[in-house]
Nanobody
Framework: QVQLVESGGRLVQIGDSLRLSCAASGRTFSGYAMGWFRQAPGKEREFVAGISWSTDRINYADSVKGRFTISRDNAKTVVYLQMNSLTPEDTAIYYC?????????????????WGQGTQVTVSS
């Protein structure tokens, strides 16, 4: 069992930067791929970014490429999402997810554990 707790979400202005954190705890974190997803009001949950355990594979949604960066610190069992040049379209609840297998794909069904989410609001 892996528990995930996101933090760092808040209200920001257009063009601001924000870093989200996802702290993992539980039986083991070793070998898990990690991902970030988001869900805006009235929309389905969508993939944002994913990273393999060894960080040799990183994936991004087209909508965030060049603006967001996913990273991880396996010693601290923390995954980060650095978000730059934020726009109102980035407003959503951001969820962290962990997958026992895989390389951080964009398929939500590949993930075994999910956090409760953290709200990011970009004000215009």
């Amino acid at each position: 069992q892996v528990q995930l707790v996101e933090s760092g979400g808040r209200l920001v202005q257009i063009g601001d930067s924000l870093r989200l954190s996802c702290a993992a705890s539980g039986r083991t974190f070793s070998g898990y791929a990690m991902g970030w997803f988001r869900q805006a009001p009235g929309k389905e949950r969508e993939f944002v970014a994913g990273i393999s355990w060894s960080t040799d594979r990183i994936n991004y949604a087209d909508s965030v490429k060049g603006r967001f960066t996913i990273s991880r610190d396996n010693a601290k069992t923390v995954v980060y999402l650095q978000m730059n040049s934020l726009t109102p379209e980035d407003t959503a609840i951001y969820y962290c997810a962990a997958a026992r297998m895989g390389s951080g794909s964009g398929f939500a069904g590949a993930y075994d554990y999910w956090g409760q989410g953290t709200q990011v609001t970009v004000s215009s």
